[in-house]
């Protein structure tokens, strides 16, 4: 019987995402997250395999830089978007008092 993680699989992925588009360690982003760095490494495995697998093995060498590239550039924007959204709330929040 497998056990049930106690990370959804979304969070998996996003995580796994995050080391893979970002450029970071799997350390760094354990660490941020509050997830093990073994863990985590399995997931950028898994996530890993399933890229291989896909499409990528079709793409020239400029469009796997290419989309490694824009991979990375969307991982900042969503940590910068991220950013923003809790400098809105800690701003509202002053602003109210």
């Known amino acids: 019987m497998a056990r049930q993680s106690k990370y959804p699989e979304e969070f998996r992925r996003q995580a796994a995402a995050l080391v893979l588009d970002s450029g970071r360690t799997i350390r760094d982003v354990g660490r ?32 796997r830089a290419e989309l490694l590239r824009l991979r990375r550039q969307v991982a900042q924007l969503e940590l910068e978007k991220e950013i923003l959204k809790k400098a809105a709330v800690f701003f509202a929040r002053e602003t109210e008092r």
């Open 32 to 63: 941020e997250l509050g997830v093990n760095h073994e863990t985590l490494r399995n997931w950028v495995a898994q996530l890993r395999q399933e890229r291989d697998g896909g499409q990528s093995s079709s793409l020239s060498g400029d469009e």
